[in-house]
Each structure stands twice: as structure tokens, then as C-alpha cells.
């Protein structure tokens, strides 16, 4: 195994030395690029990248913040995964100034990887999901689709499910309140087909 590499300021009494790594500013060219990096391996398992912030006996524990540059362009933050991708924690938020938010998975030849949004299990109060979009002051509010895959076979379901309990989980449909005009239509619509269209079946339980 080659040598470890240690760069770290002193422990003190009141409080520690910062340690930055950064590249000098470009006035006219492009300014330089940070690279970590661990080595590659043949025969055995690669190395790790681990970034931690401190954590604090009495006080709050330090943040971890990963940002793109601003500019005419801005940059972008750009998380790729070979494996599984991982997010946890007490909150996690995905948010933009102004940009788009976009969680998807590889495409594949074979089987593209799943795509899971869902709250952590627990013994009393599970917590909620909610997939909303943005609302608008004076043009219209966005929409929310939902939509199975297509495919030159049988294309992709869409179900959406009550949760099943000693009681049953209601499933609501609604069309939104109109404040000064008309209230929003609710539209269920089988689809089309060359041989035949879908049926619309409403039943209630056994």
C-alpha cells in the first residue's frame, strides 16, 4: 500500500484553523478546476470519497454545501451514480432558484433502473408524500402528469391506491374550486385502439 497523505490544521483550545482548496481566478481565460480523486483498482475494492462536516456536542453540527458558480449561464451540479444513489436524512430538499429539479434513472439497453419516492415506515405516524406543482399569481398554475411508459408493446400502467389497513385508505378525486369563475371538470377517458377502446369500470367493494 503506498503512504497516507494528511493535510489538516491544528486542534486549539478555542477554535481551529479553516482549510481551503481553491484555484486562482481567470480574468480573461478559464479559471482552474479541483479534482478528487481516488486511485483505481485491478484485484480489489476502489477507494472512497468521504466529505463530512464536524459534528458539535452541545451546538449544531456543521453543513455540507455543494453549489455551481453563478453566471450568464449557470453552472450546474451534476450527481452521477454507477450503483445506487442515496439520499437521507432528517429533510432532504431538491430545490432551484429558478431551474428545473430532474430525478430519473439511467436509460438501458436491457432494463432501465426503478425510480422510488416514498417516506420512511414507522410504528405510529408514517410520513406524507407530496408531488405538487407551483402555483402561479397571475397566468395559470402548472400542472402535475403522471404517466405510464410507452411501448411498442403494452405500454406502462399508471395505478394509484388506497393504502390497505384495518381500514381502508380513501382514494379522492377532485377538480379544483374556482374562485371567481367555474370550478375545474374531472374527465375519465378510456383510450383509443385499432381493434377496440379501453373500458372505463367503476365498481365499488365486497
Known amino acids: 500500500a503506498s503512504g497516507a497523505v494528511s493535510v489538516r490544521t491544528s486542534d486549539a483550545g478555542i477554535g481551529s484553523g479553516s482549510l481551503q482548496f481553491a484555484t486562482g481566478a481567470g480574468v480573461e481565460g478559464a479559471s482552474g478546476n479541483v479534482q478528487i480523486l481516488?486511485?483505481?483498482?485491478?484485484t480489489a475494492v476502489a477507494g472512497d470519497i468521504a466529505i463530512s462536516a464536524g459534528a458539535s456536542a452541545q451546538h449544531k453540527g456543521g453543513d455540507v454545501t455543494i453549489a455551481s458558480g453563478s453566471g450568464a449561464e449557470a453552472g450546474m451540479v451534476?450527481?452521477?451514480s454507477q450503483g445506487s444513489l442515496n439520499m437521507a436524512g432528517d429533510?432532504?430538499?431538491l430545490s432551484t432558484s429558478a431551474g428545473a429539479v430532474s430525478i430519473g434513472s439511467g436509460a438501458s439497453s436491457m432494463s432501465s433502473g426503478a425510480v422510488n419516492i416514498a417516506s420512511g415506515?414507522?410504528?405510529?405516524q408514517a410520513g406524507h408524500v407530496a408531488i405538487s406543482a407551483g402555483s402561479s399569481h397571475s397566468i395559470v398554475g402548472a400542472g402535475v402528469s403522471v404517466s405510464g411508459g410507452v411501448s411498442s408493446g403494452v405500454g406502462g400502467a399508471v395505478g394509484v391506491?388506497?393504502?390497505?389497513?384495518a381500514?381502508?385508505?380513501?382514494?379522492s378525486l377532485g377538480a379544483g374550486a374556482g374562485s371567481s369563475s367555474q370550478g375545474g371538470n374531472v374527465g375519465v377517458v378510456a383510450g383509443d385502439?385499432?381493434?377496440r377502446g379501453g373500458d372505463v369500470s367503476v365498481q365499488s367493494g365486497s
Open 167 to 171: 381500514s381502508g385508505g380513501n382514494l
Open 38 to 42: 481516488t486511485g483505481a483498482s485491478s
Open 91 to 93: 429533510s432532504v430538499q
Open 78 to 80: 451534476d450527481i452521477n
Open 193 to 195: 385502439g385499432m381493434t
Open 161 to 165: 391506491i388506497g393504502g390497505a389497513g
Open 121 to 124: 415506515a414507522s410504528t405510529e
